[in-house]
Nanobody, 127 residues
C-alpha cells in the first residue's frame, strides 16, 4: 500500500502558475506509473497527467498539454505538477495516485484503476 500527501494548491488568477507536490510513502517501489487526477464539484474524477517511475515517459490530457509539466524526484519519493497559464476550468481538487499498470495502458487514465488516494489539494483559478 502507498500513502500520498498532496500540497501546493491555492487560489490564483487566470494566467498564474502553481506547483503541486505529492509526497509518497509505503511500498512505492511496486508502482510503475504515477498520475495526477482532478475532480471538480459535480464532475467525475479525471486524468490529468502520468509519468513512469523512471520519469522517462509522460502523458497528459489534451487540455493541459503545453501548460502542465509532470515530474518526479525518486530520491525524495515525490512527484510534482507544474501548472502554468492556469484557466478557470482547471479549478478542482487535485489528487495523486500510483499503479502497477504500465503507462501504455488506457486503464492508467481511469480513476477506478487506483485503490489509494490522498486527501487532495484544492486549486481555484479566478477569471
Amino acid at each position: 500500500q502507498v500513502q500520498f500527501v498532496e500540497s501546493g494548491g491555492g487560489v490564483v488568477q487566470a494566467g498564474d502558475s502553481l506547483r503541486l507536490s505529492c509526497a509518497a510513502s509505503g511500498r512505492t517501489f511496486l508502482s510503475v506509473t504515477w498520475t495526477w487526477f482532478r475532480q471538480a464539484p459535480g464532475k467525475e474524477r479525471e486524468f490529468v497527467a502520468a509519468i513512469t517511475r523512471s520519469g522517462g515517459s509522460t502523458d497528459y490530457r489534451d487540455s493541459v498539454k503545453d501548460r502542465f509539466t509532470i515530474s518526479r524526484d525518486n530520491t525524495q519519493n515525490t512527484m510534482y505538477l507544474q501548472m502554468n497559464s492556469l484557466k478557470p476550468e482547471d479549478s478542482a481538487v487535485y489528487y495523486c495516485a500510483a499503479t502497477m499498470t504500465p503507462n501504455t495502458r488506457t486503464a492508467v487514465k481511469n480513476w477506478k484503476t487506483y485503490g489509494s488516494w490522498g486527501q487532495g489539494t484544492q486549486v481555484t483559478v479566478s477569471s
